[in-house]
């Protein structure tokens, strides 16, 4: 069986202040792994996505990931925050079949609001 | 580029009757659909899976009867909610998958009277 957790059900942090959102993932071998963003009324934008490689991918509008194999970890980072950042994020998990993947586990998301 | 599009994007149903929507990709072959439920103030749920070529296949606490899905081909595939209620509410996204990549559509966005 596979999971993910995302421990912080709502971050705020101040515009400009750097930003990190948690994920932890269970999963008996080695997932692709997936951040994606949900604006209010929007369906899901992909944000980056790691497969295999360099543990730190770059995503868009300057987000990053780190993927840690030995914490069961893909936490997002962001270097300065801006107000259009607040949105809901999901980290996500799919198994490695043999030559693709099609079956996403959600995390319950991450609130995140950017303040003034 | 691959896009993927979804009709309707919003509707409303009165409880107990269905509703249809639809999912087409465009830009690559989506040899899976993945149906995902998002009910309000949740996550997304996984429905059911179609691989070409392969039986539909569901999640738990998601039947055929409930939510038959059709996969013909493929750029489309479309899902019925069957005598919605309540709990059927929320936003469905289509995720269709060529290879190594899952492309989401915007939603259809189901309430229910």
């Known amino acids: 069986a596979q999971s993910v957790t995302q421990p912080d059900a709502r971050v705020t942090v101040s515009e400009g202040a750097s930003l990190q959102l948690r994920c932890k993932y269970s999963?008996?071998?080695?997932?692709?792994l997936f951040w994606y963003v949900q604006y209010p009324r929007q369906g899901l934008q992909l944000l980056l996505k790691?497969?295999?490689?360099?543990?730190v991918v770059q995503g868009v509008n300057g987000f990053e990931a780190e993927f840690s194999k030995s914490n069961s970890s893909f936490h997002l980072r962001k270097a300065s925050v801006h107000w259009s950042d607040s949105a809901v994020y999901f980290c996500?998990?799919?198994?490695?079949?043999?030559?693709?993947?099609?079956?996403?586990?959600f995390g319950a998301g991450t609130r995140l609001a950017v303040c003034p | 580029g691959a896009l993927v599009y979804q009709y309707p994007r919003r509707t409303i149903c009165k409880s107990g009757t269905s509703m249809r929507m639809e999912c087409q990709a465009v830009?690559?072959?989506?040899?899976?659909v993945a149906w995902y439920r998002q009910s309000p103030q949740k996550t997304f749920e996984l429905i059911a899976l179609?691989?070409?070529?392969?039986?539909?296949?569901?999640e738990q606490n998601f039947t055929q009867e409930k939510f038959p899905i059709s996969h013909p081909n493929l750029s489309f595939s479309s899902m019925t909610v069957l005598n919605a209620y309540l709990e059927d509410r929320g936003l469905y996204l289509c995720?269709?998958?060529?290879?190594?990549?899952?492309?989401f559509g915007p939603g259809t966005r189901l309430t229910v009277l």
């Open positions: 830009g690559f072959q989506a040899t899976s």
């Open positions: 995720g269709a998958s060529g290879d190594y990549e899952q492309y």
């Open positions: 179609s691989t070409v070529n392969s039986a539909i296949k569901y």
């Open positions: 790691y497969y295999s490689g360099d543990p």
């Open positions: 996500a998990l799919s198994a490695r079949l043999s030559g693709s993947f099609n079956k996403l586990t």
């Open positions: 999963y008996s071998g080695t997932p692709y």
